[in-house]
């Protein structure tokens, strides 16, 4: 009789988020890991800050001791290298560095880079000296930067209140050195949710070609910890081999079967993604 062992299995695709974490499990670091187990990959998760919150609001942000954050890499390193890497929040200038310098020191794969600075509730996730340090040492290391149109305005400078606004905001930020930027089209133009177009378009720029990922828009409130889900099934979608518009394009068909299984947790929460659907 043979039997299988842990030692005989194959080895599993490997993906790491460096992230900040969401106690609630709805964003963030905890988010990342339910999205890595959802695609059956292995995931590391380093975390760059507490952060005490629910799906609400954010209650206090507790950054990590960046030498504590390049001790986790260095640690998890040592025994594995992951085979895909996404980043989240980083907190601040000096994470940021520490950062930019394990994913050099150690040869990582170049990230996904989720440029995340404000929660939906307005509270800082990234300082300022973060954002500039941010997009200094780690956009021109990144495989691909996740701006939503939020962010996206912000580092361009560009007002996207039209299609050719989108695509000068992607060349813009392009410019600041990664090899890839996917602009969200998660929130529509207007704040009036009523408007809202039945479809949404995620736009790729490589520096060459621009690529449009149209997908139904699922109606409803959203939910909670959307990006950080996308850009970590990007990265699982590329642990697991597939090519960057392909692992795109899974990770919208991903999150558009897990927003329409969400769910509250209390009356005034946002929705929850159900990471584990199918
Ligand atoms: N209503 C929707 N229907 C279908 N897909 C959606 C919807 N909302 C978001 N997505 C998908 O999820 C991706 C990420 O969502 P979004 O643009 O809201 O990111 P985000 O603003 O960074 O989210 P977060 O608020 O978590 O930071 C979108 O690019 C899109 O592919
Ligand atoms: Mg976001």
């Known amino acids: 009789m043979t ?26 670091l905890q ?77 990582l794969p170049a990230p996904i880079v989720d440029p995340v600075m404000l929660s939906t509730s307005g509270a800082r996730l990234l300082d300022r000296a973060g954002e500039r340090a941010l997009v200094k040492s780690i956009f021109p290391l990144a495989r691909l930067v996740t701006p939503n149109r939020q962010e996206a305005e912000a580092l361009s400078g560009i007002a996207i209140d039209s299609p050719l606004a989108m695509r000068a905001a992607a060349h813009a930020i392009h410019r600041l050195g990664p090899r890839a930027v996917l602009i969200k089209g998660g929130h529509p133009p207007r704040a009036d949710n009523s408007s809202a177009p039945r479809r949404l378009v995620d736009l790729l720029f490589d520096g060459r070609a ?49 927003l329409r299984a969400a769910y509250r947790l209390s009356p005034a929460g946002r929705p929850i993604l159900d990471h584990g659907v199918r």
């Open 3 to 28: 039997r299988t062992t842990a030692h005989d299995s194959p080895r599993p695709a490997v993906a790491m988020t460096i992230a900040g974490g969401d106690p609630g499990g709805g964003a963030g």
């Open 210 to 258: 621009f690529v449009e990922f149209s997908v139904p828009r699922v109606p409803g409130a959203g939910a909670h910890g959307t990006g950080c889900a996308f850009a970590a099934a990007i990265a699982a979608g590329l642990a697991r081999g597939l090519a960057l518009e392909e692992a795109i394009r899974a990770a919208q068909r991903y999150l558009g079967r897990a």
């Open 31 to 107: 988010a990342d890991l339910k999205t890595f187990a959802a695609h059956r990959v292995h995931g590391f998760s380093v975390i760059t800050a507490v952060i005490a919150q629910n799906s609400v609001r954010v209650a206090r942000v507790a950054p990590v001791a960046p030498a504590l954050v390049a001790a986790q890499i260095a640690t998890l390193v040592a025994e594995r290298r992951p085979d895909a890497l996404k980043t989240g929040a980083l907190a601040d200038a000096a994470i940021v560095r520490a950062v930019a310098r394990s994913i050099a020191r150690f040869d």
